[in-house]
């Protein structure tokens, strides 16, 4: 049911624009579609990611669960592609890419990527593309 | 770049997993995915929305921004199913169907819903679907 | 003539419902579409099965024919997923994943399935994609 | 998740393959594919019904439930050409078309056909296209 | 611009429709789309052949040029599967596989079958994909 | 089974390459792809189409059956694009625009044009699309 | 042979990467993909457009012919969403929309923007879809 | 964004039209679309691309910055079978094949192409597919 013609829209905190535009254009390769005094959409791998200015967001260190937001990859080689990206241009990384669930029908890679503004990214691969959901 | 073979991946928090099976399963029509004792994956309008449960989440009156998620439809088609959906099954709605940005090229309809740990739901329809991102 | 867009609608007999729920969502991986006092619905590797509440189905050893169903994969690691799906997961057998016809152009591999209502599931992978109908 | 390039699998009894070849291909417009000295398989609507000889089938009045077959249609004019059809070519009805579940999010239109095994095969088209699972 | 949707309409003379049958739908495996009288219509890889009853068609040896048809696959694995199939279900060849304008862009694979009726059909897969037109 | 990959493959006579180029592609709008000494190939509506130099190609009266090639259409404002082009520029008719096997599930639109080397083209539009084969 | 896989590629002068990102990606709804020290690449309606930075590219009344670049829509109602973004926007138009060879098959809308750096922009609609090339 | 359906429409200038055309069409094997007196235009890799006669097109080195167009393409393997066609074919080129950027996320290979008109074609294949804008 997962149609190419609409969009994931997701609205996050951003402390700073013109910090978000940088990592999420500059060095995580986002396409910036529109820019506001308030806010700045993204073509987030083919999604809408809406960074919301929200300069009074507390700076503290940022939990995994339960909120975090990513991309599931349909192809290992996607996965792969993006972990190259974050390591040549130095992406922060919150958590390393490691194999999850091992052994189980679930099994699948994973890494945690933190903007600016604290966000937590996921990016995943599974060996069983049906537990993509 | 949208694909149809990878899911957008949010994690958000629940209260109480089976409200939110209730919620998203038999209200609001998503198919249930996983179930876990500590979660429940969803196959939220194509992609994957994962319920954790964090049964301390503060009760309070959700904000809009900056964070809340949603699809936006490229046919005004499944807007409009979907806002029949909510007023037949009585989905809580936080904020009601509206015009936006009128007569501005970023024109778009808007409803919000609000899940029972309080994330809030934004489903969006544009006139102009080069704005979608 | 496969139309994405089109589901395949298939109603089964069901025991009991949450023993069907645990076969299909829990062991299978399928995804709960819909679920009612009479019956639950499910997105069954793309196309919609029905399980109907039908408590007085005659409990005896099923015969592969006349009826069954499932799916025949175009790609032999779907395939291949599915099996190591119901290896860790032990998924009741009735029929061990074997070749059929070997030599001639109709070789395919099969694999035959047992749900808590003694309806049978076939699954199946043939070399040349044309003999697929 | 619904694949194009798979194809649903059904295996039904047939007391005799030329009236099945007779209603399913002269008259409901389906393609043989294959034809064996105890099945013949079809292209049903693009996945895959096969008719098994089974000549000692029992004559009864078919029930619609448990078990039945058939397809849900994402466009409603497809509904209509096989209705159209099944008028022209006077094809076996079991149950008019009629509307189900009306002024509900599963509003359907709903047709049965009956095979001259007596298999019972149902043809839906929903208001909602999110209910077709 | 091929389009998924449309089909290519040949209509080629045979001398007795049940050979034609026998060998378009038996032997080579194309599905069988209607039956008249005066005429079979086939599905053959996806666009439409037609044979029409043209009993007095002169028997002779028939020769490649000017008229022949088939299909040039996209990917050498369904020439293979072709080849394969011919070979194990002895379907008369007029022409073995072989290699036409080898070391030049226009290089491709080519084997030419024959029908009871004299029509060849040539089979071909090109190296360089833009070079199918 | 109609792949948007796949080109289906027609080699037909041309008593004169330069009237058959004039033919299919100044008037017809089909695209040249390959021009050779002995033959042009053509994008015919996203098939392929060869014309084969054969100068000793008899002149006669041609008749429709058995021998003739077209596309049949899915949507019929294809139809209609071709029978306008067709007016405008003046290409050659050997049929009308006319229904055919009107009041049947068979009912279709057909128009037959001529080639400079009297070979016959069909164009077909289906009330029903399940008939296109 | 439109493959939704490719991007066309195109590098334009740009007297000023500002004014160019204002024009392409604020005025104009293209997405800025990526940006450097000499240029910006942009998500142009789908394909690339490079602006290469060249300050001393001269200052002249640009003529449309024989060099302009753009986009031919399929669908009419993009042409329209794009003049209305035109107007309400007030993008520099150097050809107001017009209808070009009217009553012939090559029957079209066309209007002509200007870039900063006095690149012309057309967008197109046929009539005929088949004259799109 | 990038929708198979649309164009992208370029123009260039040609001061010899059957220059061109061999150019394009016998060398790069691009389809001939149309011709007319003052221009012909291509189906350029799926786009379109128009030759403009333009005699008086001044014969100087072309330079590569700022003005060049062409394919990136997202199957390395297409990249390939143009080089391969550029060899055989003996298309002339300005710059050998290339890798640029290496060690960067922005790798890519590319090699640029002359026409008879001095317009540069340049063709690339990025290492990771989002860097394709």
Avoid: W
């Avoid at 013609?5 to 060095?27: C, G, M, Q, T, W």
């Avoid at 990859?73 to 919150?94: K, N, Q, T, W």
């Amino acid at each position: 049911m997962r149609s190419q013609h609409n969009a994931f829209h997701l609205a996050i905190p951003a402390r700073d624009l013109a910090e978000s535009e940088e990592f999420y254009v500059i060095k995580l390769g986002c396409h910036l579609a529109r820019r506001y005094a308030d806010r700045i959409t993204l073509d987030f791998f083919g999604d809408q990611v809406v960074c919301h200015l929200a300069p009074d967001t507390p700076v503290q260190t940022p939990r995994l669960y339960p909120r975090h937001f990513g991309v599931t990859f349909r192809d290992g080689a996607d996965f792969d592609s993006l972990l190259r990206l974050v390591e040549i241009r130095d992406v922060p990384i919150f958590m390393k890419p490691q194999l999850r669930f091992e052994g189980t029908v679930e099994e699948h890679r994973t890494m945690v990527l933190q903007d600016p503004s604290d966000n937590l990214l996921e990016f995943k691969h599974y060996v069983d593309p049906r537990m993509m959901y």
